[in-house]
């Protein structure tokens, strides 16, 4: 039978902030490398759809003038200002990875990257687990970037879907509390939910339309990383890999490249 497809990959670091690097290991940061990322590329078999930059670490330009158009660059991980973020968007960052988290929040004097990523009309992901983003700024960035540039997001860690109270990442022990993936000193680590969840959560608690939240989860990011032509909607001629709600969003049923299993 079929397995699941990996259709690409998200190059999240090491091209990071220390300041803003969250989870991340300090130890693995590097300055944006165009050498390090093709060989990374190749090593991958050219399946790095997403690389992620923090456009005010220098080599930023040089990498962006050399990369891309061969992965979506998202802006992640960074202490931009406006204008640094700005920049960057100009320069060819066309996404940026989880909203609002490991970024500078929005202030009415400085007004940070996110209003910057509005005004550059770049995709923005979201995750609405409850926990990495309160459902008014979910709403917010509706207002802010419009429902055909948002991306739903899981940002799970291997514990999502698990009974397990514990895993790791990068080598180091992440604790689940309360339904939050933990570093040690208490640092969101990621997301613990997977991607259904969040999505059924968009919708029952932070009102977000049935219809929009399945554009976000399945249309807008099939169309960020160049795959709509097989994935992200059910039409003739595409890979039917499907999923099942009843009237209550519970999962009902899956197919996997037209074979029901579930």
Known sequence: MQGSSLVGIHLEGPFLSETKRGAQSAAYLRKPDPELFERIMDAADNLVKIVDIAPELEGTAEFLRRERGKAVCSFAHSDASYEEAM???EAGITQITHLYNAMRPIHHRNPGPIPAGADAGVRAELICD??????????????LFGEDHIIFISDSVASAGAAGESCMLGGEQIVIRDGKALRPDGTLAGGNRNLMENLVNAVKTMDIPFETAVKCAAVNPAKAIGIYEEYGSIEEGKIASLAGLDAGLRLCAVWNHGRRVV
């Not at 926990?131 to 008014?136: D, G, L, M, T």
């Not at 700024?137 to 509706?142: L, M, T």
């Open 87 to 89: 920049a960057g968007f």
């Open 130 to 143: 409850g926990v990495h983003v309160h459902p008014a700024a979910v709403r917010a960035a509706f207002d």
